[in-house]
């Protein structure tokens, strides 16, 4: 993965911040030697100056080593492109400039982004006393540099799926005894991309209408494949590496091949219903929202049927981001798969007609599409395709599978709940309308949950539905 592109920024003489300033502990030195010493020398008490003299070594030390150059600062990361649940570093380099002992970067809290706790990172408050916190590291800056700059390392973790906005960086040195400050200098904060970790998921049915001949469904013609079909007389064109020698070697002056099925693929197109997102998403270690489920199960669907050799394609239903993948396969087809399911937004489109949005879905295809079930134009899609003849298998992404149920409205206004509850109502007589016009609907529940439809749906041939 390409490391994001970092970002430099020199010294601006107009910012008080961006240079350095005296701090309160030097001060605290000045007012202790300015006071005592006059009244040490006026009163005769040597005492005092021996209490005093600490402070004044302190004081001439930090005065002769107080540092007068800017450091030069960059911000960088050090993936840009990630999964959700894996660590990212957050690299802040400055440039170690003579008299500065204490370099540290602070990153500004995010949503779904946790500091990650290591031997030199961990959670402090914010370099001006605020009451928010931020993840901090700390380097000595008499350490090793790297194209002359010294990089204070942040572990990050990101929890959710998404375009993330990692920053603003604020970026802070000191100097000797703590005399001397720079910064905090907040640098602007960097997009990373974070894909779906795809949810468990594995199916032992075949898709059903492969088309293809680079898969791995076996076909009911006889080619060039893996599994064995049967026994048959040696002819022109058949390879030497197919003689079937033990029953070439019972009847003389006659040679036996074995012959096999063709492996097929199929086209899988995978819709996404991105309307809405109900429910409140607790990241990766979470409670998932319906679009959480959705676009894991999405990334999850489309993995499966990649390894598999089939053709995959990609349409998310949203109007703020209507974005659509090609046919393809591969498993760099699958990284662009992912890469554009962590960029969906749900986003409600009332202008949009569901009789006159052009798929692209052909004969043949196995359309697997993934709602919450709430829009009516997500079902008002698969009942047109499925009135075409194609098979359509919908994915009910607002089942909890872990409490049978629905997700709940956490609306605590008892009129919105009831409302909510009206509504489910009407969605399950919708998915009673939807399911008699022969398309079917399934729960996710991970491993096997499309196993009876696909069956199903290859027994019954080019008939879509159950």
Do not use: N
């Not at 030097?26 to 003299?53: E, F, I, K, M």
């Not at 594995?202 to 492969?210: G, L, V």
């Not at 993948?325 to 962590?342: A, F, M, N, Q, S």
């Amino acid at each position: 993965m390409a490391s994001a592109p970092p970002t430099a920024q020199r010294a601006d003489p107009a910012d008080w911040r961006d240079r350095w300033r005296a701090t309160h502990a030097y001060l605290r030195c000045l007012v202790v030697v300015l006071t005592v010493a006059p009244v040490a020398l006026l009163w005769r008490r040597p005492d005092l100056l021996v209490l005093a003299s600490p402070f004044a070594m302190i004081l001439a030390w930090s005065v002769v080593t107080r540092p007068h150059a800017v450091p030069t600062r960059r911000f960088a990361l050090s993936h840009s492109l990630v999964r959700e649940g894996q660590q990212v570093l957050a690299v802040a380099a400055i440039e170690p400039v003579e008299g500065a002992e204490v370099l540290s970067a602070a990153v500004s809290p995010a949503p779904y982004i946790e500091g990650v706790v290591q031997e030199q990172v961990r959670a402090v408050r914010d370099l001006e006393g605020l009451e928010k916190e931020h993840t901090c590291a700390v380097a000595d800056a008499s350490g090793e540099t790297v194209g002359g700059l010294r990089r204070v390392l942040v572990g990050l973790r990101v929890g959710r799926w998404g375009v993330r906005r990692v920053g603003p960086v604020q970026m802070a040195a000191t100097s000797a005894w703590g005399s001397f400050r720079w910064g905090p200098i907040s640098q602007p904060p960097l997009g990373l991309r974070v894909l779906p970790q795809p949810l468990a998921f594995d199916t032992s049915a075949p898709a059903p209408h492969p088309r293809g001949l680079v898969g791995q469904h076996r076909s009911a013609r006889p080619g060039d494949g893996a599994e064995f079909a049967t026994l048959r007389p040696f002819q022109v064109g058949d390879r030497l590496r197919r003689i079937h020698w033990p029953r070439s070697t019972r009847e003389p002056g006659q040679l036996y091949v074995t012959s096999s099925y063709a492996d097929q693929d199929t086209h899988v197109a995978v819709l996404l219903d991105a309307h809405y997102d109900l429910g409140v998403s607790g990241g990766l270690d979470g409670e998932p929202s319906s679009l959480d489920r959705s676009v894991r199960a999405a990334a999850a669907i489309s993995e499966h049927f990649l390894q598999q050799g089939d053709r995959v394609s990609l349409r998310v239903l949203s109007a703020r981001t209507p974005l659509t993948v090609p046919i393809g396969t591969g498993k760099r087809h699958g990284i662009r798969i992912l890469d554009t399911l962590c960029r969906v937004v749900p986003s409600v489109d009332d202008q949009t007609d569901p009789a006159t949005v052009h798929l692209g879905v052909k004969e043949g295809t196995l359309v697997v599409m993934i709602s919450a079930l709430v829009s009516p134009d997500a079902l008002t899609q698969a009942a047109m395709l499925a009135a075409r003849g194609i098979s359509v298998v919908v994915i009910d992404a607002l089942v909890d599978p872990q409490e049978g149920g629905v997700v709940p409205s956490a609306d605590k206004d008892q009129l919105a709940r009831t409302a909510w509850r009206i509504r489910l109502l009407e969605r399950e007589r919708e998915i009673r309308a939807i399911q008699a016009q022969g398309v079917a609907v399934v729960p996710w529940l991970g491993p096997g949950s499309l196993d009876v439809v696909l069956r199903e749906l290859a027994r019954r041939g080019r008939r879509a539905g159950v």
